[in-house]
């Protein structure tokens, strides 16, 4: 059996609350939320008392790998979505 997932990240929209920035992946047709915390923005993106939005588009890149990294190893949330914490950078 071939594993044919994959996750994409179009130009979705991003937001923030006071703890995560949300962005979407797609695997297909399937969306897929995924998120970072605070505090992973924080303590590997010098993202310290700066606004979280533009720490996540400065590393968009970096954060979006381990976002497809965590996804493709089924490492997800109870309800499905990707969590990047700290503790996975």
């Known amino acids: 059996m071939i594993d044919e997932r ?3 990240f ?6 923030s609350d006071r703890d995560i920035v949300m962005f979407t992946g797609m695997d297909g047709d ?3 939320i995924c998120a970072i915390s605070r505090e992973a ?3 590997h993106f010098q993202g310290n008392n700066k606004d979280m939005l533009k720490v996540y588009k400065a590393n968009r890149e970096r954060i979006e790998y381990e976002a497809r990294r965590k996804y493709l190893a089924g490492r997800l ?9 700290t503790v996975d950078l």
């Open 30 to 32: 399937r969306k897929i």
């Open 10 to 15: 179009p130009d979705a929209h991003v937001r």
């Open 77 to 85: 949330e109870l309800d499905g979505s990707v969590l990047i914490k």
């Open 41 to 43: 923005l924080e303590d």
């Open 6 to 8: 994959t996750l994409a």
